[in-house]
Structure formats: structure tokens, C-alpha cells
């Protein structure tokens, strides 16, 4: 839905256009740096404390929760649990996680194109508006970031997962596109970021960042595939990356951004 006037989503754009532009990457980066800069005095705000729940993501709890809850979690739910539960060494990735969450930021908690909203006119700056907000808190800025690595990341998966699907059904294949191609405009949203947030070790933070991109992977699950009964090919893809970036995150860093080291 088109929440304001003559805008539209980045994820909206870059379906359209199939274009993954550094200009909006680097507005998206910046803006999000800015508003994490603000949980310092959010959080000193003594009327402002009770507001935040302070909670960590479900997927980092995983070991003290259980698993059923997910079975009321749309159509996939079930079959996510029972594939989580077939891999123990998912669930103890992300446990991990928790150690490594650190509460210094106010963050959106539920980052995605699909809630930035971009105005254009021509001549000017493109217009930015985060919306859904519902999630807000005191948490880690890292999981934010993340959850935009993860958008790239899906762009690719899901290329790959239609290539695939169109080569054995024998119809003409979309074109490709893989992390090399979207390493620009994932640089950009990085570095206007750390400009914005003054981050004083940013390679620190940027690895766990990426290391949180494999447990926003799994919340992806539930996202694009919420109504179906079946993780298929795509939601084996998925699951199988979370794994590999929690397991190897200095070689998905190297994916992502085409740094070495």
C-alpha cells in the first residue's frame, strides 16, 4: 500500500526498474545511521524508558523458547520448525548471537525495502520516509543493518531460485544477478551508514552485522514464504545461507562488499 503521497517502496523501485541504485542506497544508509545516533538520549529519557520492551529477536532465543511457537506462525510455520529442529547447528549459531548483542541504538526492528518510501521529483534529493514502526526499541543497530544486507542477499536468491525454476520447466530465463552486481549499492548504504553513525570500529561492527544477516534470514522465511505449507527449494536455500553466513560471516563479508580480510 501506498502509505504516502506519490511515493513509492524500494523494493517497489528496484522491482521495477531492476536497477539497485547507490543514490538511494547511500539516502537509505545515512538516514538509518541518524536515527540510531539517537538511542543515547532516548534511552536517558525517563519517560521514555517504559515505551521499549528492550527484547532480543526470536530467532537468538530459540534454545530457551522452543520451537512451537512457530507453528501458529502462518501457513509455513510447522514446516520451519521442522527444519530448524533438523539443524542443530543453526539454532547454536544463533544462540551465539546473543553474546554479541549490544544495546546501543534506537532501532526500527523490522528493516526492510518494503518500509522506505521514496519521493522523487526531478532535480531534487530524493525524499526518504520509514514507516512501520510498530517494532521500535532500544537494541543493537547491527540488526537494522542487517536486515538490509539481507534484502541484497534475497535479491540473489531468489534470482537464483527462479533461474532454476525456469530451466527445468524449459521457459526463458531472467536475466542474472548476483552479489558482484549489487556490491555498489551495498557499499554505499555501508559507507553513508558508518559516516552517519560515527561508528569508531566499523570492522567490528560491520562482521556483526553480517553475522546477524543469518538470523534475519530466518525471519525471511516467514516473510516471503508465509502462506505456503512447504519451505521448497527457496526456503531450503534460505535456511542453508543462514547457516553459512553464521559459520563463515568473513567469507560472506566477502560476497557481500568484494573486501578480502
Known amino acids: 500500500m501506498n502509505l504516502i503521497e506519490d511515493s513509492e517502496s ?13 543514490d538511494l542506497a547511500f539516502l537509505l544508509g545515512r538516514t538509518l545511521g541518524q536515527i540510531h545516533s539517537q538511542a543515547s538520549a532516548m534511552a536517558a529519557d525517563p519517560a521514555m524508558r517504559p515505551l521499549f520492551t528492550v527484547q532480543l529477536p526470536w530467532p537468538m532465543m530459540l534454545d530457551q523458547t522452543g520451537l512451537a511457537f512457530l507453528d501458529n506462525m502462518g501457513a509455513i510455520g510447522p ?4 527444519a530448524i529442529r533438523q ?58 543493518v542487517a536486515a538490509i544486507l539481507k534484502e541484497y542477499i534475497m535479491v540473489a536468491t531468489v534470482n537464483v531460485h527462479q533461474r532454476n525454476s525456469a530451466a527445468a520447466t524449459n521457459t526463458p530465463l531472467p536475466r542474472a544477478i548476483n552479489l558482484h552486481e549489487l556490491q555498489p ?20 561492527y560491520l562482521d556483526r552485522a553480517v553475522r546477524m544477516t543469518g538470523a534475519r534470514m530466518v525471519i525471511g522465511v516467514l516473510e516471503y514464504l508465509f502462506n505456503s505449507k512447504e519451505l521448497g527449494t527457496l526456503g531450503t536455500m534460505m535456511l542453508q545461507t543462514s547457516l553459512n553466513v553464521l559459520e563463515s560471516p568473513h567469507i560472506a563479508r566477502s560476497q557481500l562488499f568484494g573486501w578480502n580480510g
Not at 524500494?10 to 547507490?22: M, P, Q, V
Not at 534506537?106 to 519521493?119: E, P, Q, T, V
Request: aromatic content about 10%.
Open 185 to 204: 549499492s551495498i557499499k554505499a548504504f555501508w559507507n553513508a551508514y558508518v559516516e552517519a553513525r560515527r561508528i569508531p570500529d566499523t570492522s567490528a
Open 10 to 22: 524500494i523494493a517497489e523501485r528496484n522491482s521495477r526498474d531492476g536497477l539497485y541504485r547507490e
Open 79 to 82: 514446516a520451519l520448525s521442522a
Open 87 to 144: 539443524m542443530p547447528n543453526l539454532t547454536g549459531q544463533l544462540s551465539e548471537l546473543r553474546l554479541a548483542w549490544q544495546y546501543d541504538s534506537l532501532i526500527h526492528g523490522d528493516m526492510k525495502w518494503d518500509n522506505c518510501m521514496i519521493k522523487e521529483k526531478p532535480g531534487e534529493e530524493p525524499q526518504l520516509t520509514i514507516v512501520d514502526w510498530e517494532l521500535i526499541d532500544i537494541g543493537d543497530g547491527a540488526w537494522d
